[in-house]
């Protein structure tokens, strides 16, 4: 068996800048934009970009991400040839180990790699939130003859210090690379998203588990090393709405853009470019005689009894009678009670806010609230 390109996703991240979000949940797993979650993101962009054979490495509380995957079906990923992988962190002789960074979690499934016999290994997080076609990307890897291809987006001068930076020459070849430098030379920021060749990376990730100083990082470690050995390495330039959704600040902002998507130059609902989900399995909604809703998203299983503007309501959530909620994110199966001022927050997977609570402000950072009561 031989594919042209299988894509490994890294999707064990705790995502602890999120706080209670991930509390009990793996970052890719957190809902988003109502029905979604963050995963879904990277997996649709597979599918539409025709890559059938996915590895997703889990680590951090997978439990719910393992249900949520399940085979693959949701997005067309359930083929016999291929399909989703789930890729837990490896055991050894001596007991099970966590991964210690990006390349060593791709080193210790090297043989699921051979399995499929790839030309090019596409590696991605599982925790960003974008559209990319990556044939595209693909076609440019190997019209370089490119050994590393870094897909990079321009970011604003001031903000380059957060992320791994690329200068690159007049044909887009990178020659130098910087790992969140403070003083940095371009604003040609990594996403996060390579094409190796396989052979090549192969080689490196071998290299760099034998090294006695690693920090076993694509970012730190094989990027820097393969530049060292002139290796070919371009950079492919970006230019689509992109957001690393870390913060609990940009995963309100990257949602308050869904909502007006003018702001992202794409529609989430778009059918030439879908974003697929596991979260089919609820009613219609429910809206009441007296419920008044603005600028929202109100998704299935959804019971609106007061009123709602400027908000995302994932599946499940009930807003009761007297509730006003306002510039908000409710996650799946929330509850606002009766009589409640809910304003710019993220109300928590399950959690509530009890009948005449009062809770956020206009001014302000964002608030998660309650604690994830998760189901599965």
């Known amino acids: 068996m031989k594919k042209k390109c299988i894509a490994m996703l890294l999707a064990g991240g705790q995502g602890s800048r999120l706080g209670l979000l991930t509390g009990s949940i793996a970052k890719p797993a957190v809902s988003f934009g109502g029905k979604y979650r963050i995963i879904d993101f990277s997996l649709s962009n597979c599918v539409n970009s025709g890559i059938d054979t996915v590895g997703v490495l889990i680590q951090y509380k997978p439990l719910i991400l393992n249900k949520y995957l399940g085979t693959g079906e949701a997005w067309d990923l359930d083929n016999s040839n291929g399909g989703v992988h789930i890729l837990p962190p490896y055991a050894g002789a001596t007991g099970g180990q966590w991964y210690e960074g990006t390349a060593d979690a ?38 370089n003859n490119s050994d590393l291809t870094v897909s990079v987006m321009e970011v604003p ?5 957060r992320f791994g930076i690329m200068s690159t020459d007049e044909d887009n070849r ?17 996403m996060g998203i390579y094409i190796f060749s396989w052979p090549v990376l192969k080689k490196a990730l071998l290299e760099d588990h034998d090294k006695e100083i690693t920090s076993h990082d694509f970012g730190k470690d094989l990027i820097p090393t393969l530049l060292g050995e002139g290796k070919n390495l371009f950079a492919y330039n970006f230019d689509g709405y992109w957001k690393d ?50 600028d929202s998203m109100i998704c299935n299983g959804c019971n609106v009894m007061g009123k709602v503007t400027g908000s995302i309501l994932g599946s499940g959530a009930i807003v009761e009678e007297g509730a006003v909620v306002k510039d908000s994110i409710l996650l799946p199966n929330s509850y606002v009670g009766k009589n409640c001022q809910v304003t ?15 809770v956020g402000s206009m001014v302000g950072d964002i608030q998660v609230i309650g604690e994830a009561k998760l189901s599965i």
């Open 245 to 294: 959704v870390g913060t609990v600040s940009s995963y309100y902002e990257s949602q308050m853009d869904i909502l007006y998507h003018e702001t992202m130059g794409w529609d989430l609902f778009s059918r030439d470019f879908r974003v697929m989900s596991n979260s089919n399995m609820y009613p219609p909604q429910l809206i009441g005689p007296d419920a008044e809703i603005s």
């Open 174 to 190: 990178i020659t130098k690379f910087a790992e969140k430098p403070k003083e940095p030379e371009s604003n040609l920021a990594s």
């Open 157 to 161: 001068m001031e903000e380059a210090s």
């Open 106 to 143: 791709i080193y210790h499934n090297i043989d699921f790699i051979d399995m499929y016999n790839p030309e090019n290994v596409l590696i991605l997080s599982g925790d960003h939130i974008y559209k990319m076609d990556y044939n595209e990307m693909l076609e440019y890897h190997e019209a």
């Open 344 to 358: 710019r927050i993220v109300l928590n997977e399950g959690a509530e806010v009890k009948d005449g609570e009062t």
